[in-house]
């Protein structure tokens, strides 16, 4: 079984541009969440969605947005970007809603904001 | 807020044992996650807890007091692949996963 993808793996930004990452679920995970991943800061839960719906938001600006396929696969959307968006950007699939079901975290995409 | 507190760094010996901690706010609490993260790679699944008591695992157990808001992962027979970092992760009825910032833990030989 595939494991999670995530598309780019790198990305180099300039301050008040935006970007979109994406990423590939588990064949037959229905539940994707993501994470910013900082030295200071840890994991940081940004939003879940399943079956295309956002169950759940963190504490993050208006400027980060997502959202789910009808295959499961998601995109994250960041605007007009600030050089405190570079992080390490995880996605993560489970079977169900991630309070209760183990995740499974893609590699990671590493946005530098410059 | 819900903050989950664990030491920032621990050290240990090869072969040997090793307890890391994890304190949380117990109002709203539904299940407790610790998972494993190595250097630039992602992080995997250890645990799930969400009874009192002691859950094992091969070489690492996770254990759970409910009421006292505690928790600990235990790393027993140390390896040096096992050094990594511990995530701990609280799930609430809020529907939120408040992650740690972790414990980096250094094994030597």
């Known amino acids: 079984k595939a494991g999670v993808t995530q598309t780019p793996r790198y990305l180099i930004k300039t301050r008040g541009q935006q970007v979109t990452l994406s990423c590939s679920p588990i064949?037959?995970?229905?539940?994707v969440s993501w994470y910013q991943q900082t030295p200071g800061q840890g994991l940081q839960f940004l939003f879940e969605y399943f079956s295309e719906t956002q169950r759940n938001k963190g504490n993050f600006p208006g400027r980060f947005s997502g959202r789910q396929f009808s295959n499961s696969r998601s995109e994250m959307n960041v605007s007009t970007l600030e050089l405190g968006d570079s992080a390490l950007y995880l996605c993560?699939?489970?079977?169900?809603?991630?309070?209760?079901?183990?995740?499974?975290f893609g590699p990671g995409t590493r946005l530098t904001v410059l | 807020g819900q903050n989950i507190d664990q030491p920032t760094e621990m050290t240990a010996t090869e072969g040997a044992i090793v307890q890391i901690n994890c304190t949380y706010q117990t109002s709203g609490f539904n299940g407790l996650f610790w998972y494993q993260q190595h250097a630039g790679e992602a992080p995997t699944f250890l645990s799930y807890?969400?009874?009192?008591g002691l859950e094992e695992k091969g070489r690492f157990s996770s254990f759970l007091s409910r009421s006292k808001g505690y928790s600990y992962l235990l790393l027993k027979e140390l390896q040096m692949k096992d050094s990594a970092s511990y995530l701990c992760a609280v799930s609430y009825n809020t529907d939120k996963l408040i992650f740690g910032t972790g414990t980096r833990l250094q094994v030597f030989p």
């Open positions: 993560a699939s489970s079977y169900g809603q991630i309070s209760y079901n183990e995740q499974f």
């Open positions: 064949s037959g995970h229905r539940s």
């Open positions: 807890n969400v009874l009192d």
